[in-house]
């Protein structure tokens, strides 16, 4: 306490030996010492430092960013037109009951409408394997199979359901014998309950068949007196899978008889022999397994190849005797 007095003492007795310079100090108040009570420490006074606030910066303008929208090339528009072209939408005549029947055609898309918690079911032909099945959106779609029937009658059935409405994306399925495109959009309660195709290609095939079938069982002319049928001929050279099986005539016209291969085949032409042995092509009619020749001839070849060629040669066995006793032979 005595030390602290002292010091204030010593700073006052200072201050009149300062005033005498040239360049005179303003007089500094000082605070007076806090006095503690008796009997306890004498404990420094801090006074509080007053800190400013941070003041707030001003905002920093931002220019928005401006995207320039950018047309679609010509290109994009083509696959667009394309798209909305080969598109085919559910029609009313197209409905047997509940499930909407397409023609199919090779490149078409075919529309399909689900709805959530409804499964659409997507009928394949009977007898149809399926290789692959693959969607754009495997997330919000949900995407199954299974199967009906057995042995020939055996479908398979893809199930389809969206999970929300507003929803679009593709489907595409690869079988052994095709491959389908869809289009797939959903709503919120419209669903189509079943689709499925008939295939016009196959039935026209078909057609084709059964007509083959009829003209190879038809008879190869009318007409034809069996007592005048000659098969007095020889059949000869190499053996290649259209070997004629056999060869005769009516008097008037030439039949030779192919195995049933010759109409999955290539057909080799006919060529007629000459009196010196040079070969002229004839002209002749194709009938079921038949060629219908309108003349006779002594000796013909039928030639198929370009390299190595197969020659099947077709010889009439009686042509000597009837030289012999003054016949001829064309």
Same mark, same amino acid.
């Given at each position: 306490?005595? %030390?602290? *007095? *002292?010091? %204030? +003492? !010593?700073?006052? %007795?200072?201050?009149? =030996?300062? =005033?005498? +310079? %040239? +360049?005179? !100090?303003p007089t500094l108040p000082v605070p007076a010492p806090a006095i503690p009570a008796p009997g306890t420490a004498a404990i420094p006074s801090l006074a509080p430092v007053a800190v400013a606030p941070p003041q707030p910066s001003a905002p920093i303008a931002v220019a928005p960013v401006r995207y320039r929208k950018v047309p679609p090339s010509p290109a994009e528009l083509r696959v667009r037109a394309a798209n909305r072209l080969a598109t085919r939408d559910p029609q009313a005549r197209a409905f047997v009951n509940a499930a909407q029947v397409y023609p199919f055609s090779d490149g078409v898309l075919y529309r399909l409408f689900a709805a959530p918690e409804r499964v659409t079911d997507i009928a394949l032909q009977p007898g149809e394997t399926v290789i692959s099945v693959a969607a754009g959106d495997t997330v919000r779609w949900t995407v199954g199979d299974t199967t009906s029937g057995a042995g020939e009658t055996r479908r398979v059935h893809i199930l389809v359901k969206p999970f929300s409405p507003g929803l679009s994306t593709n489907l595409i399925i690869t079988t052994d014998r095709r491959a389908y495109h869809l289009q797939m959009d959903s709503t919120s309660a419209t669903a189509m309950a079943a689709l499925s195709w008939t295939y016009p290609q196959d039935e026209l095939i078909a057609i084709r068949r059964a007509a083959e079938q009829d003209r190879a069982a038809a008879p190869v002319a009318t007409g034809l007196a069996v007592e005048q049928l000659q098969f007095g001929y020889a059949i000869t050279g190499d053996n290649p899978p259209w070997r004629p099986l056999r060869a005769f005539d009516d008097g008037r016209q030439t039949f030779i008889e192919f195995p049933a291969s010759i109409a999955v085949g290539e057909a080799p032409p006919l060529f007629v022999l000459g009196p010196t042995g040079d070969a002229q092509l004839v002209n002749y009619r194709v009938s079921g397994r038949f060629y219908v020749v309108d003349r006779l001839f002594g000796a013909a070849e039928l030639r198929l190849g370009e390299k190595k060629q197969s020659i099947v040669r077709i010889t009439r066995t009686d042509s000597e005797r009837k030289r012999r006793r003054g016949g001829r032979v064309s």
């Open positions: 306490m005595k %030390a602290i *007095l *002292l010091g %204030a +003492t !010593m700073l006052v %007795a200072a201050v009149p =030996a300062y =005033a005498q +310079t %040239a +360049t005179p !100090m």
